[in-house]
């Protein structure tokens, strides 16, 4: 009991620490997330995925040196800034956007708490980040070192395989990012993001984003995305309410 209070103690104390240098208008918007001593949500995070508790507390207390904090719509990190420690996103979410060669903004995705920002790049020849990343809301972040964390995997084969398999799922991701944007369609794009997210037996999902930010993840107008997802309504293929997505006819979308 003593050890897990000492714990706690190390997380609450930082982030008093860090709640002191916060401008007092800014320190009711960022008050839930000065509750991280409470910080059991940081589980869900796919890196400790099957860590005990203990040893989730105990990377914590070894680690967390220091709290960054964004308001919503600040930069976080600009594309092709160095990445010079390990960025553990805790609260909130962020957009992450790339700028191509012709100056174009294309929309990658919507990072939610809690995951570290760019983990496939961490340890690259060329370490730094591949997107611009900006706070969709005020945002937390844990900062860790990059040689700290790598020592911990080197002691922990289930971090290692953890960060092994989210790096994985990201090239994954990429992937079928790329071949969507290679698609000429709306409606290919918006079927092929539609299979993505469903399955035969989970019909359902929930949107993460506006339809203005899906259609920036599309490249397109917020007009023609809300037009063409009325015609796959209309016909039967998709079924809408709010931000929840059922697909009624999975092999129309297969066809595209």
Partial sequence: MEEENRRD????????THQQKIHPDDRDNTREDHELHHHNELSFCPLFKGLTQSEHDDFLERNVKEIL???????????????????????????????????????????????PLAPAFIYGTKNCYPVDVTAVEPCTFLKISRAVWL???ARNKKLMTNFLTMNADLTLFLTNKLQMISLK???????????????????????????????????VQRQSL?????????????????????VLDRSRLIRG
């Avoid at 092709?80 to 553990?88: A, G, S, Y």
């Avoid at 709306?186 to 999902?205: A, G, P, V, W």
């Avoid at 009325?230 to 309410?241: C, S, V």
């Fill in 69 to 115: 904090t964004f308001k919503k719509g600040e930069t976080v990190v600009r594309q092709d800034d160095p990445i010079t420690f390990v960025m553990l996103l805790v609260q909130g979410s962020v957009r992450t956007e790339m700028i191509t060669q012709e100056g174009n903004i294309l929309n990658i995705d919507i990072l939610e708490a809690v995951i």
């Fill in 185 to 219: 369609s709306l409606r290919m794009k918006i079927s092929t993001f539609l299979l993505e997210n469903t399955t035969i037996d989970q019909d359902t999902f929930t949107l993460k984003q506006s339809r203005t930010r899906l259609a920036e993840y599309f490249g």
């Fill in 9 to 16: 103690d190390h997380l609450h104390n930082l982030m008093n």
């Fill in 151 to 153: 020592e911990e995997m």
């Fill in 226 to 246: 809300a037009r063409t997802l009325k015609e796959m309504e209309d016909e039967g293929t998709i079924e809408l309410r709010g931000k929840n997505v059922k």
